[in-house]
Structures are given as C-alpha cells and as structure tokens.
C-alpha cells in the first residue's frame, strides 16, 4: 500500500477504522503501523473530525413554514397550453362553440387558397373547349319538337 492510497481512504472513509473497506481494512492498520506519515496523517484526520464535531447548526424554527408558504414564481405558460386555453376556454358557453368550428374550417380554407393559387398540372389552355361553339351549333339546329304520326 502507499501513502496515496493511503490518504485516499482515511480522506473517504474517516479515521476510524470500522469505516474502512473491510478488504483494505488490515493492508492499512499494517501500514499505519510501519509507516510514520500515515500515523500523521490519521492523527490529523482525528482532530479535523473533532473540530467539525464542535461546529454547531444555527436554529431556523421558521424556516421550512416560510419556505412551505412561499408564493411560487409565475410560470410561463408553454404554447401548446396556450392553445388550448384558447380553442377550450372556461369562461363563456358561446366562445367554446365558435373557436372549435373555425379551427376546423382552418383545412378548408387552407384548400382553397392552396387551389387558387397553384394549377397543380391542370392545363386551362385545352382545346376541347375550341370546339363548343360548333357542339352548340349543331344541337341547335335539331328539331326538337314532338310530332305524333
């Protein structure tokens, strides 16, 4: 063992020896037996322990009611619980009605002005309509009448 090592466990584990990994617990009593430093070193941490065993806590009777009763700080709400405040409100019958029915016509109306805008491949320059005015022509010129013989 080194004094490394040494130090490493008195400085974890305390000067008192029950404390100590119970496989190192005979490796260091052997070493603190021969080596001087490692005396030291857990005569040090024996009186370091005792001057904190010395420190008292101060008293704060109110302490956890004035933490307990605290007001919290507001919180901001997060977008989605924005529109869902907006889209259910709590106050009005009426408002929970009409916000609804709009969020749903919002595919709609998205529909239609994505179709005004866009032709999506629909040519308007076919020239099946150049030949309407003679479709119409000719119906126009059948006797459509009734004739009993």
Same mark, same amino acid.
């Given at each position: 063992? !080194?004094?490394?090592?040494? !130090?490493?466990?008195?400085?974890?584990?305390?000067?008192?020896?029950?404390?100590?990994?119970?496989?190192?617990?005979?490796?260091?009593?052997?070493?603190?037996?021969?080596?001087?430093?490692?005396? !030291?070193?857990?005569?040090?941490?024996?009186?370091?322990?005792?001057?904190?065993?010395?420190?008292?806590?101060?008293?704060?009777?109110?302490?956890?009611?004035?933490?307990?009763?605290?007001?919290?700080?507001?919180?901001?709400?997060?977008?989605?619980?924005?529109?869902?405040?907006?889209?259910?409100?709590?106050?009005?019958?009426?408002?929970?009605?009409?916000?609804?029915?709009?969020?749903?016509?919002?595919?709609?109306?998205?529909?239609?002005?994505?179709?005004?805008?866009?032709?999506?491949?629909?040519?308007?320059?076919?020239?099946?309509?150049?030949?309407?005015?003679?479709?119409?022509?000719?119906?126009?010129?059948?006797?459509?009448?009734?004739?009993?013989?």
């Amino acid at each position: 063992m !080194t004094i490394e090592e040494f !130090t490493k466990i008195v400085e974890s584990y305390g000067s008192e020896a029950a404390r100590w990994p119970a496989e190192q617990r005979e490796q260091c009593r052997t070493f603190m037996a021969s080596n001087a430093a490692a005396s !030291t070193l857990l005569n040090q941490q024996r009186e370091l322990e005792s001057l904190l065993d010395q420190i008292t806590v101060p008293e704060f009777p109110t302490l956890e009611s004035r933490v307990l009763n605290q007001q919290l700080p507001k919180q901001e709400a997060s977008v989605l619980d924005r529109a869902l405040a907006w889209l259910l409100p709590k106050n009005s019958f009426s408002q929970q009605l009409w916000r609804p029915a709009m969020l749903a016509c919002l595919p709609l109306v998205f529909g239609i002005v994505i179709g005004n805008f866009f032709s999506f491949g629909i040519a308007l320059e076919n020239d099946g309509f150049a030949y309407w005015d003679d479709e119409l022509t000719m119906l126009s010129l059948n006797e459509y009448t009734e004739n009993s013989f």
